[in-house]
């Protein structure tokens, strides 16, 4: 049932250098398991997952902690099956099904078939992998972070304007709206600081994970600093997670304007813990403080066991769950309207028993830590301390700002890059038998 990329060593001349980094990731958490899986045959093992029965938990897969938040590996590596995030390390079953939701997936199956025909037969080697290639899980928010596929930079004018396609096909206006502002704060920090060799608005990514199809699972990756978009399509179903999203400095003056980004996540966040009651704020607060960095699902983090914590959903009153919503939706909101109906309507299923944790101040300006975590969605927003960025805006070092947010959405219990849907798939279509 798995697809296995063939040649890859061969055809793609940066794929040495992929493989020499999680190498050293996999060294880093111990390299016991080279010798259990065979030698030099392990690495060639690293190139595809493998689809595996969700009710048995992989070997490792499930038992490293949170790490990852700021695009480093943590303690989890990509070398270890794919399994998701879990509270305690064992999958939620039956949470996601293929069925029809209805949600028109035409225009992104042609924009991608655009996409991918308007690039030159070395540069779609590049781009091009299996559904089950790990490159899904190869993305990282930081700038330094070596990626495959092909770069905006390697892109002429008329194949960049069918990758802009492709995004206006996946995504709202807003959310395409997103993605345009963190390059160009990208880029006009990385001038504001003398460094547009690392900073600048054409170091993103596209990859894609199979053959555009109505029938078959695909999806594509776009992947940079700060910008990180997963995008999957089985049928009419769309799964799109992991999603990273962030900026540093937020809000910058270019060009004479004064460009905004992330801002609906914090402003939702804070109007959200501000509509909790004095006692409902004393469970879901964890700490009064804010640390330089919390986020716990973040890149290469794709096992985190996280239990649940803070405050449950069915305490809420009904205005404090429309705001509670009003989180998730700052991101589902980037999707295409019939895709975001459709997650928001997932998530609003497990309304009751989703939890809510805080970390830091709620003031207008203050810098926070949330999570959402439900059985269907996991949300994160930290405001980081500043980073390589701070020069752009004079952030102190070491203190934590709205000025940097990192922010991720994912979907627990197996089903980041619609992995549970491309299980089933395989084990339920005839013509997989």
């Known amino acids: 049932m798995t697809e296995v990329d063939t040649g890859e060593s061969a055809e793609r001349p940066a794929h040495a250098n992929r493989r020499n980094f999680m190498r050293k990731v996999f060294f880093a958490s111990g390299a016991t398991a080279v010798a259990t899986m065979g030698g030099a045959g392990a690495w060639a093992a690293m190139a595809d997952d493998v689809t595996t029965d969700a009710s048995a938990a992989p070997s490792g897969a499930p038992s490293g902690g949170p790490g990852g938040g700021t695009g480093g590996p943590g303690n989890q590596t990509i070398t270890e099956d794919f399994f998701g995030l879990t509270t305690d390390g064992k999958r939620i079953d039956d949470l996601f099904t293929i069925h029809s939701t209805k949600v028109d997936t035409a225009g992104v199956i042609s924009a991608a078939n655009a996409f991918l025909a308007g690039l030159t037969d070395t540069q779609k080697t590049s781009t091009q992998f299996t559904v089950h290639s790990t490159e899904w899980r190869l993305w990282s928010n930081i700038d330094s972070y070596e990626r495959q596929g092909v770069s905006l930079a390697d892109l002429t004018d008329t194949q960049k304007a069918l990758g802009t396609a492709l995004l206006k096909a996946s995504l709202s206006a807003d959310g395409l709206e997103t993605t345009e502002k963190i390059r160009k704060i990208n880029q006009a920090a990385g001038e504001a600081i003398d460094n547009t060799t690392a900073f600048n608005e054409d170091a993103y990514y596209w990859t894609v994970m199979g053959t555009p199809s109505a029938t078959e699972p695909w999806g594509f990756q776009f992947d940079g600093h700060h910008l990180v978009v997963n995008y999957f399509v089985l049928g009419d179903q769309v799964v799109m997670s992991p999603c990273f999203w962030g900026s540093e400095p937020t809000s910058m003056e270019i060009d004479g304007e004064t460009v905004t980004v992330c801002h609906e996540e914090v402003v939702a966040s804070l109007a959200f813990v501000n509509s909790l009651t004095t006692a409902q704020q004393s469970v879901a607060i964890v700490s009064a403080t804010k640390s330089n960095e919390s986020m716990k699902a ?97 952030g102190t070092e070491g203190v934590p700002t709205q000025m940097h947010v990192h922010s991720v959405i994912r979907t627990p219990n197996g089903n980041d890059y619609g992995k549970e849907l491309i299980r089933q798939h395989y084990l339920t279509s005839p013509h997989h038998h």
């Open 298 to 394: 973040g890149a290469f983090s794709d096992n985190t066991v996280q239990a649940y914590e803070g405050l449950r959903g069915d305490k809420l009153n009904a205005a404090q769950r429309k705001k509670l919503l009003g989180i998730v939706e700052a991101f589902v909101g980037r999707a295409k309207a019939d895709a975001a109906k459709v997650r928001m309507s997932e998530v609003a299923q497990h309304l009751a028993d989703t939890y809510v944790t805080w970390a830091g101040g709620t003031g207008a300006d203050d810098a926070f830590y949330v999570r959402v975590h439900s059985p269907v969605v996991w949300v994160e927003v930290d405001c980081q301390a500043p980073g390589p960025l701070r020069g752009a805006y004079g």
